[in-house]
C-alpha cells in the first residue's frame, strides 16, 4: 500500500473519503491499520487547509470518491505503478515518433509570475538549458534562459531568466588567451545547470559535460545553431506569431500524430506495459490470468497434438508400405511441430528402413537433443550408428566406423553390438594389417602369372559351371542342391582362409549341399579359390549373415514401437519360409501372420515379387541394398560371421528370428514344396495361387525357380569375380541358361515330389540342429 | 448441432458458435434481469478484453473490437445474433483493422478455454473448421451491418498526448511518485465495458479518464486557478465541465456493474 499516495489523495478529497474508505476496506488488512495513522493525520492540521481552499469542487465529487473507496486495494497498490518510471530522455525528440507539442502553460495562459515561479521550484540540477548570451565579463557571461533541453518543457522564453556561467566553468578552445574571446553576445548556448539558488532565483550553468547526469553526458554543450533548438520551442514560437491555434489543430497536424507506432512510442515513453495491460475490473487483472491459457501456449500444445496425431497416420502409412506417404506425414507433423521428437524419431526408422541412415542418424541425434530421456530416439541411434558403422566398415573407413561404434556405446554403455562391431573392428584391423603384408608378397610372386590367365581362368570356370549344371539337370537332382551347390562355391571360393566359414555357409545356406554333388562343385570352387584368395583379402568385410543380424535387431526393435521398419523383410521372409520349410514351423509362421495385420500387405509384396521374376532373393536384395557392397562379399571374417551364428543360435527365442534363421537355408531352395504338399496350409496354399495369378502354377514355378537359381548364380558369381570387365560376359552365359531353362521348363513332374522329400529332410535337419 | 448447422448452411449465422459454449445461456438467462443489455454487454466486452490479453492484442484493436462490438448491437438487437460469435467476429475483424492480424486458430482456442476453463485445445477437426468459418461468415455480416465503417478515432493517442504535455508542467517529482499514466490507460481500457465510445468524442473521453486519474490521486494542475483555460478545455475546445462530469459518471458507472456481474 502506498501511503504517501493515499494521504495525498486523502487531503486532496477530505474526510468524507476516508470514512467511506473504512467502511469499503474494512475486509482488507492493510487499510485497517493504515487508515488509523491516515485517520490522525488528515484530523491534524492538513484537513482544514484543503477544504476550505476547495470547498466549492466537493459537490459532484461523491461519486468519485466512492469509486476511489472501492478501488482502492487497486489503485493504492505498490504495483500500480509505472514500470519504468522515467523513460530516458536524450532522445532529441523526433518530429515523427509522436506530436511534439508546445508547453500547456502556453495555452493555459498562465501569468508569467507563475511560471517563473514554477520554473525555480522544478529545476533541477544537471537539466539543460538553453539560452542567449546577454552580457560578457570577466568573471564569465551571463545568459538569458529561452527554452529548456532536459527534464521539464516549459515555455520560459518571455520569464527574462538569467543564468551566470562562471569563467572556471567555460573550456577553452585554444592553449592561449581568454576562453571567453571564443563568445559573443547573442549566440545560442546550451549549458548544463550547475547550481540553483531557488530564494534568489540565481542560476549557475556549466559548458563541462561533467554537470550533466551520466544518461545525458552525450549531449554537446556550447554554442548551438538555432537549428538546434528544441522542437517544442520552435513550435511554441509558431503559436506566439499564431496564438488562435488550438491544441487540437496543432496535434492533429503533425506528422507525429498520425505515425501508427505512435501509441507504443509514448506507451514507452510513459512507462505503461502493454504486455501486462492494466485495469481496475477485478475480472481483468492479468495477474490472474494462467499462461496456459494464452494463445501462443495454447496454439503449441495443439500444434503437439495435431502432429502426434500426423506422426500415428504416417506410422499407419508406413505398416502398409506407403512409405512415401509416411514420410509425407512426418515431414507434415514437424512442419507443424517443428520439434516433435516422436515425429522426428519416426522419420529417421523411416530413414532407417530406406537405407539413409545418415539422414536417420540426424533425426535421431536432434529428437535426442530436444528430449534426452527419449528412450527409443536413443535406442533407434545406437543401432543405426553400429549399422552405419558397419557400412563404413564395408567401405574400409574403419577410423570413422569406429567413432560410430564409439558414439553409440557413448550413448548407451551397455549396447552390445557396438561392443561387439567395435571389438571386432578392432581384431579386423589387426589382422588386417597382417594379412596386407602377407598379400604384399604373394601378390609380388603371382602378379605375371595372373594378368596372363584371369582370362583364361574364367573361361574356364564358366564352362566348368555349365558342365556342372547339365550334369545337375540330367541327374535329375533337386534344383535345391544344385544352387547349394553353388551357394558352397561361391562361399568356399569367397572364404578368405577356410573351413570355418564355409561350414558356416553350409549350416546356413545350404544344408542340402552334403549330397553327392558337393565335392565336385567344391572342387571347382577351391581351384578358383586358391589362385584367387589373396587378391581378395583387402576388401572390407560383412556378410550377408552378420548384416541380416544387425537388420533384424534394428527391426526388432523398431518393431516394438511402430511395427513397420521389419514389413519389407518379413513379408519376404513369409513367402519364402513356408515354402523351404516344413509344416513344423508353419503353424507359428502363420500364427504371427494371422495376428499380423500386415498380412495381406504381404501378399501384395509377394505378388509384385512373383510377378516379377527377376526381384532378387532376400539375400540378394540385402547386398543391393548396401550400396553396392558385392565386392565385400567375398571378403569375410569369419569370427564375425561365426560371432553372428553362434549368438543366433543362443539367442533366439523369439519365433520370428527363428525362422529368419530358417529361411536362410531355404533361400536358395523354397520351392522343395509345393502346393501338391499335405503339411502345406491351405491358406498359404491359397496366398501362393493368389500371386501366381492365372497362370500354369507348376510350370510357371519351375521357370522362376530356375530363373532365380541363374540369377543367383549369376549375382554369387558376380559378388566373387569382382572383375567388373568380367561381368558382362558373365550375364551372357545366364541370359543364355535363363532362355535354356525357360525352353526345359517342363520338367517332371516327379521333380516336385522329389523337392518335397528334401524338404522333409532338411527339415530334420533343421530341427536336430536347433536340438 | 452447431457444427452441423455451420457445416450445412453457410448463410445465417443464428446459433452458431454460442451452443458450443457454455456461456450462451448463462448470457441470454440475463436477459430477464434489470439493464440487462448492458450487463450482456459488459460480460461478453469483458470477454473480449480478456481474449484480447491471451492473444497478445494491443490496447488499440483491442478497443477497435469492442467498439465493432457495441456498435454492432447499436444496430442489432440482442437477441438475432450470439453476442459471443459476434465479439470473436469483432476480435478478428479488429486484428484486421488495426494491421495486428489474428488468427482464427487463436481466437477460437483462447475462446473455448475461456468458456471450459482447462480444456484441452481443440482437435483439428471438421468440428474446428466449422467453428472457424462461422467466425469468418460472421465477420462478413458484423462488416455488411457496419457499412464497412470499421475505422475508428481512439482516445488512446489523445490520451498520450495529453498526459505527455501535462508531465512536463506538473512537478517531476509529483508525476513520478503517482501512477497517473497507468490508471488514465486503465480507466481508458476498461471504459470500453459500456457503450462510451460511441457517445462521446474521442477527446472527451480522453480528458475525462485523465481527470478521474487525477482526482483520484488529488493531483492538481499546478497554477490552475490562475490559468485563463482550465487545462481539460486546452486539449479539447469544445468540452464543457459538465460533460466530463457526465463521462466520468457513466465511467464509474461500468464499474459497479464489476462488482455485481461475477
Known amino acids: ?771 | 448441432m452447431a457444427g452441423g448447422s455451420g457445416a450445412s448452411g453457410r448463410g445465417p449465422m443464428e446459433g452458431i458458435g454460442l451452443d458450443c459454449y457454455g456461456g450462451g445461456d448463462a448470457a441470454r438467462g440475463a436477459l430477464g434481469w434489470a439493464a440487462p443489455e448492458a450487463r450482456v454487454h459488459f460480460r461478453v466486452t469483458r470477454f473480449i478484453m480478456e481474449a484480447g490479453v491471451k492473444l497478445g492484442m494491443q490496447s488499440i484493436p483491442i478497443a477497435t473490437a469492442c467498439t465493432i462490438y457495441h456498435k454492432f448491437f447499436c444496430e442489432i438487437n440482442l437477441d438475432a445474433y450470439d453476442p459471443y460469435l459476434i465479439a470473436m467476429s469483432s476480435l478478428y475483424l479488429a486484428g484486421k483493422v488495426e494491421e495486428q492480424h489474428l488468427r482464427t486458430r487463436d481466437i477460437i482456442n483462447v475462446s473455448n478455454r475461456y468458456f471450459h476453463p482447462g480444456s484441452e485445445p481443440l482437435e483439428l477437426d471438421s468440428r474446428f473448421w466449422v467453428l472457424r468459418d462461422s467466425i469468418v461468415q460472421c465477420e462478413l455480416l458484423v462488416l455488411r451491418v457496419l457499412r464497412f465503417q470499421v475505422s475508428f478515432q481512439h482516445p488512446h493517442k489523445y490520451l498520450l498526448h495529453y498526459l505527455i504535455s501535462l508531465k512536463n508542467w506538473l512537478n517531476r517529482y509529483s508525476w513520478q511518485r503517482t501512477p497517473i499514466s497507468v490508471t488514465a490507460w486503465a480507466l481508458l481500457r476498461d471504459s470500453y465495458h459500456g457503450g462510451l465510445c460511441l457517445r462521446f468524442r474521442a477527446q472527451h473521453i480522453a480528458v475525462a479518464v485523465l481527470h478521474l486519474a487525477l482526482q483520484v490521486y488529488g493531483v492538481e494542475v499546478p497554477a490552475e486557478a490562475e490559468a485563463e483555460k482550465p487545462w481539460w478545455q486546452v486539449f479539447s475546445d469544445d468540452l464543457t465541465k459538465p460533460t466530463i462530469d457526465n463521462i466520468v459518471c457513466n465511467l464509474i458507472q461500468i464499474y459497479t456493474m464489476d462488482t455485481e456481474i461475477p
Not at chain 1, 7 to 23: D, K, T, V
Not at chain 1, 72 to 82: T, Y
Not at chain 1, 489 to 511: A, D, I, L, M, Q
Not at chain 1, 522 to 549: C, H, W
Open chain 1, 1 to 771: 500500500m502506498d501511503r504517501d499516495l493515499l494521504r495525498q489523495s486523502l487531503n486532496y478529497h477530505g474526510p468524507s473519503l476516508l470514512s467511506l474508505l473504512r467502511s469499503e476496506q474494512l475486509d482488507n488488512p492493510h487499510f485497517r491499520s493504515l487508515l488509523g495513522s491516515a485517520a490522525e493525520s488528515a484530523r491534524g492540521p492538513p484537513l482544514q487547509q484543503p477544504l476550505q481552499a476547495r470547498k466549492e469542487k466537493r459537490v459532484d465529487n461523491v461519486e468519485v470518491q466512492k469509486f476511489i473507496s472501492k478501488k482502492a486495494d487497486l489503485l493504492f497498490a505498490l504495483s500500480w505503478k509505472p514500470d519504468a518510471p522515467a523513460a530516458s530522455e536524450v532522445n532529441e525528440d523526433n518530429e515523427d515518433s509522436y506530436a511534439v507539442m508546445p508547453p500547456l502553460e502556453q495555452f493555459m495562459e498562465i501569468p508569467s509570475m507563475d511560471r517563473r515561479e514554477l520554473f525555480f521550484r522544478d529545476i533541477e540540477r544537471g537539466d539543460i538549458v538553453i539560452g542567449r548570451i546577454s552580457s560578457i565579463r570577466e568573471f564569465g557571461f551571463f545568459m538569458v534562459l529561452i527554452c529548456l533541453g532536459s527534464g521539464i518543457m516549459r515555455d520560459i522564453s518571455h520569464l527574462e531568466i538569467t543564468a551566470l556561467c562562471p569563467l572556471r566553468d567555460v573550456p577553452s578552445h585554444s592553449n592561449h588567451g581568454d576562453p571567453l574571446s571564443y563568445y559573443q553576445t547573442g549566440d545560442i548556448i546550451r549549458a548544463g545547470i550547475k547550481d540553483i539558488d531557488r530564494y534568489h532565483e540565481k542560476l549557475a550553468v556549466s559548458l563541462y559535460n561533467s554537470s550533466l547526469p551520466p544518461h545525458l553526458s552525450g549531449i554537446k554543450l556550447g554554442v548551438i545553431s538555432s537549428e538546434e533548438l528544441p522542437l517544442y520551442y520552435r513550435r511554441s514560437v509558431e503559436l506566439n506569431s499564431n496564438s488562435l491555434e488550438s491544441y487540437d489543430n496543432i496535434m492533429q497536424s503533425s506528422l507525429g500524430f498520425v505515425n501508427p507506432g505512435v501509441v507504443e512510442f509514448l506507451l514507452g515513453k510513459l512507462g505503461i506495459d502493454e504486455s501486462n495491460p492494466p485495469s481496475l475490473m477485478r475480472g481483468l487483472q492479468s495477474k490472474n490470468f494462467s499462461e496456459d491459457d494464452f494463445a501462443s501456449a495454447l496454439r503449441k500444445k495443439q500444434s503437439a497434438s495435431w502432429a502426434l496425431k500426423c506422426v500415428k497416420i504416417g506410422v499407419d502409412y508406413f505398416k502398409v508400405g506407403r512409405h512415401v506417404d509416411a514420410m509425407n506425414e512426418y515431414n507434415k507433423a514437424l512442419e507443424i511441430d517443428k520439434q516433435n521428437v516422436e515425429a522426428l524419431v519416426a522419420r529417421g526408422a523411416l530413414y532407417a528402413t530406406k537405407g539413409s541412415l545418415n539422414k536417420a542418424i540426424e533425426d535421431f541425434e536432434l529428437a535426442l537433443e530436444n528430449c534426452p530421456t527419449h528412450r527409443n530416439a536413443r535406442k533407434y541411434l545406437c543401432q543405426t550408428l553400429v549399422e552405419r558403422g558397419g557400412q563404413l566398415e564395408e567401405e574400409e573407413k574403419f577410423l570413422n566406423a569406429e567413432s560410430y561404434y564409439k558414439k553409440a556405446l557413448d550413448l548407451d554403455g551397455t549396447f552390445k553390438d557396438a561392443e561387439d562391431a567395435l571389438q571386432k573392428l578392432h581384431k579386423y584391423m589387426q589382422k588386417s594389417l597382417e594379412l596386407r603384408e602377407k598379400q604384399a608378397e604373394k601378390e609380388e610372386k603371382q602378379k605375371t602369372k595372373k594378368i596372363e590367365t584371369s582370362a583364361e581362368k574364367l573361361r574356364k570356370l564358366l564352362k566348368e559351371e555349365k558342365r556342372l549344371k547339365k550334369k545337375r539337370r540330367k541327374s535329375t537332382s533337386s534344383s535345391s542342391v544344385s544352387s547349394g551347390d553353388e551357394s558352397v562355391s561361391s562361399s568356399s571360393s569367397s572364404s578368405s582362409s577356410g573351413h570355418k566359414r564355409h561350414k558356416k555357409h553350409k549350416r546356413n545356406r545350404s544344408e542340402s549341399s552334403r549330397s553327392s554333388k558337393r565335392h565336385s562343385a567344391k572342387a571347382s570352387s577351391n581351384q578358383i579359390d586358391e589362385t584367387r584368395k589373396d587378391e581378395y583379402f583387402p576388401v572390407p568385410a560383412n556378410t550377408s549373415a552378420s548384416f541380416l543380424n544387425q537388420r533384424q535387431e534394428m527391426e526388432k526393435l523398431l518393431e516394438k514401437q511402430d511395427r513397420v521398419p521389419s514389413e519389407k523383410k518379413q513379408a519376404k521372409e513369409k513367402d519364402r519360409c513356408p515354402f523351404s520349410s516344413s509344416s513344423v514351423e508353419i503353424p507359428d509362421d502363420f500364427g504371427g501372420r494371422s495376428e499380423d495385420p500386415r498380412g495381406f500387405y504381404n501378399t501384395d509384396k509377394t505378388q509384385a515379387s512373383s510377378s516379377k521374376t527377376e526381384k532378387p532373393y532376400k539375400y540378394e536384395r540385402h547386398f543391393s541394398s548396401r550400396r553396392d557392397s558385392s565386392d565385400s562379399f567375398s571378403k569375410n571374417p569369419e569370427d564375425k560371421l561365426k560371432n553372428y551364428g553362434y549368438r543366433k543360435s543362443e539367442k533366439d527365442i523369439e519365433g520370428r528370428k527363428e525362422h529368419h534363421r530358417k529361411w536362410e537355408p531355404g533361400s536358395v531352395r523354397y520351392y522343395s514344396t509345393s502346393p501338391a504338399s499335405s503339411d502345406y496350409s491351405s491358406k498359404s496354399v491359397e496366398k501362393y495361387k493368389k500371386y501366381s495369378g492365372s497362370r500354369d502354377f507348376s510350370r510357371h514355378e519351375q521357370r522362376y525357380q530356375l530363373s532365380k537359381n541363374h540369377r543367383e548364380y549369376g549375382r554369387e558369381d558376380n559378388y566373387e569375380e569382382d572383375i567388373k570387365t568380367e561381368v558382362p560376359e558373365k550375364d551372357e552365359v545366364h541370359s543364355k541358361e535363363h532362355s535354356e531353362s525357360g525352353v526345359k521348363k517342363n520338367l517332371p513332374q516327379n521333380l516336385l515330389n522329389i523337392f518335397n522329400q528334401i524338404a522333409a529332410f532338411e527339415k530334420e535337419k533343421g530341427n536336430k540342429q536347433k536340438n
